[in-house]
Nanobody
């Protein structure tokens, strides 16, 4: 069965950086596009970044464009999100997301809090 385990969240100051990781198992990781999404309290799930199965193409939502970098290591079945120049509005629960066959699967999330 699919397992997605996020890590790397925490408390960061405005302008700081964090690197999120997602360890994937239970499926052929290298065959699927992957995404990061986030959900702040009282708000809906927002897709912030995506990457093609081989890493050749990426997507960034406007609020994070130029600050976040998505990458993947298919040999290690791991997805990453490098978050730079963090802002308080980036505070949210961040999820690693797999979409296949019309079904979205995600992990338990890792909390990111940006505050001075």
């Amino acid at each position: 069965q699919v397992q997605l385990v996020e890590s790397g969240g925490g408390l960061a100051q405005p302008g700081g950086s964090l690197r999120l990781s997602c360890a994937a198992s239970g499926f052929t990781f290298s065959s699927y596009a992957m995404s990061w999404a986030r959900q702040a309290p009282g708000k809906g799930l927002e897709r912030v970044s995506g990457i093609d199965s081989d890493g050749s193409g990426t997507y960034y939502a406007d609020p994070v464009k130029g600050r976040f970098i998505i990458s993947r290591d298919n040999a290690k079945n791991t997805l990453f999100l490098q978050m730079n120049s963090l802002k308080p509005e980036d505070s949210a629960l961040y999820y690693c997301v797999l979409e296949r066959g019309g079904v979205m699967e995600r992990g338990q999330g890792t909390q990111v809090t940006v505050s001075s």
